[in-house]
């Protein structure tokens, strides 16, 4: 938040620059529309990106020389299982951050995540891709909701959130503080959202993926299940060491 406070104080000492100086000029009106066009700008790249960590701190990168891989929006019963088949195969620990609708939906394959070894995080428990234009207690709701449909299977509330589509705002980081969440976001995104020729998008991920890189999936789409396999092995040859989120506190201060 003291990016965000840092913003609304610069915004203020140029109403006053403004006001002080150009009250009886010409440059009066634009010198304040800019200001405040500023403002407005440096506010929305906090909302749009987690990695700018305006609103709240959030995990973007490994310390470590290793990486992580992230499923987002499951659990999901077409490809989940053929990912953890993956992940196991290879011996991969990971996180997914689940929504608390599929959850209640496919428990069997929480289940699953859980036994495999993998951690789970809370992605809210409808997904609403609008909830950073919502009120705090909304988003609220929707985190604790999240966490209680994930820890009736498992048994423990989630300590990891990501929000949807990685959109925050102030409400978020009051809630994440209360909730005693650590938000991960991540350093490279996969794009499986968007990519449809499974060769392309596989090329790219071993283009540009390093240790240190928290790599953001989602185990609910058929490509990332389909370059999955291929996509570890290689990367392992190229020396990438892929590791589990440590739950170790330090590692997030
Ligand atoms: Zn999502």
């Known amino acids: 938040m003291l990016k965000h406070y840092i913003n609304i104080i610069l915004l203020v000492i140029n109403i006053f620059i403004a006001y002080i100086f150009f009250k009886d000029t010409n440059y009066f009106t634009s010198y304040l529309l800019f200001s405040g066009l500023l403002f407005f700008i440096v506010v929305s ?32 019963p077409q490809f989940t299982l053929k990912i953890l088949d993956i992940l196991k195969e290879e011996n991969v620990k990971s996180i997914f951050f689940l929504i608390g609708t599929k959850v209640e939906l496919n428990p069997e394959i929480v289940a699953r995540i859980k036994h495999d070894g993998h951690y789970i995080g809370n992605h809210t428990y409808h ?16 985190i604790e909701l999240g966490a ?20 925050t705002n102030p409400n978020y980081a009051r809630v994440l503080k209360k909730l005693k969440s650590i938000n991960i976001g991540w350093n490279l995104r996969s794009y499986d959202t968007i990519y449809k020729d499974p060769i392309k998008f596989e090329k790219r991920m071993l283009r540009k993926v ?31 060491i892929f590791v589990p989120l440590n739950d170790n506190k330090e590692l997030f201060t």
């Open 45 to 76: 790249c906090g909302v749009l990106f987690l990695k700018f960590n305006y609103f709240l701190q959030s995990k973007i990168k490994l310390d470590t020389n290793q990486c992580l891989l992230t499923f987002d929006d499951g659990p999901d």
């Open 127 to 142: 997904h609403n891709n609008f909830l950073s234009l919502l009120s705090k207690s909304t988003i609220l709701k929707e």
């Open 148 to 167: 209680e449909a994930i820890s009736k299977i498992t048994i423990e509330e989630p300590t990891f959130f990501r929000p949807p589509i990685g959109y």
């Open 210 to 240: 390093k240790n240190n890189d928290i790599v953001l999936f989602h185990d609910n789409l058929e490509i990332t299940s389909l370059i999955l396999h291929s996509f570890i092995k290689k990367s392992k040859n190229k020396g990438i």
